[in-house]
Antibody, heavy 117, light 110 residues
């Protein structure tokens, strides 16, 4: 059974940093793109970032480019999202997702990030 | 990247068919056959229902079908059942090598 477990969320002040982790199991981790998707409760979803299986290919939404960095450690079956210069508008539930070719196969349970003073 | 446009809600009676639209641009929906659809029941993780415009994953009922015309993709559910009541949202690959989502549509089975 595929499992994706996010951790590292919480409350942070504007301008602060946070690192999210996504631990995957139940599949050959290094074979799959992993993405982060966020959702403000009651609003639509927003794709944030993706990373290829080897970690060499990454891309970002314009809204986070230059502030967020995605990386992975396949030995630990974990993807990270380093979030710097956080803004109030980054407040959302962040989901780790396992990608098919151009679609999402599996979702984590989500983790809340709140940016507030 | 702007979100894809979906109706906020649709409804239908058991046994009927409904269609949910997902409108994008020539840089996403219109450019690629990489539209996917997801079903989400309250408190549950989204479930992939359609990928690559019209393909059903194994285990998804053939009552669910997808199509695309120009910049608009559609999800059709035939023979509506009570258990189909859920939120549905679309997603597309984009020319910027990113992904974009629709705002979601709440389906009510009357």
């Amino acid at each position: 059974e595929v499992q994706l477990v996010e951790s590292g969320g919480g409350l942070v002040q504007p301008g602060g940093s946070l690192r999210l982790s996504c631990a995957g199991s139940g599949f050959t981790f290094s074979n799959y793109y992993i993405s982060w998707v966020r959702q403000v409760p009651g609003e639509g979803r927003e794709w944030v970032s993706s990373i290829g299986g080897s970690g060499t290919r990454t891309n970002y939404a314009d809204s986070v480019k230059g502030r967020f960095t995605i990386s992975r450690d396949n030995a630990k079956n974990t993807v990270y999202l380093q979030m710097n210069s956080l803004r109030a508008e980054d407040t959302a539930v962040y989901y780790c997702v396992k990608m098919g070719n151009y679609y999402i196969n599996d979702w984590g349970q989500g983790i809340l990030v709140t940016v507030s003073s | 990247q702007s979100a894809l446009t979906q109706p906020a809600s649709v409804s239908g009676s058991p046994g009927q068919s409904i269609t949910i639209s997902c409108t994008g641009t020539s840089s996403d929906v219109g450019a690629y056959n990489y539209v996917s659809w997801y079903q989400q029941h309250p408190g549950k993780a989204p479930k992939l229902m359609i990928y690559d415009v019209s393909n059903r994953p194994s285990g998804v009922s053939n009552r669910f079908s997808g199509s695309k015309s120009g910049n608009t993709a559609s999800l059709t559910i035939s023979g509506l059942r009570a258990e189909d009541e859920a939120d549905y949202f679309c997603s597309s690959y984009t020319s910027s090598d990113t992904r974009v989502f629709g705002g979601g549509t709440k389906l009510t089975v009357l």
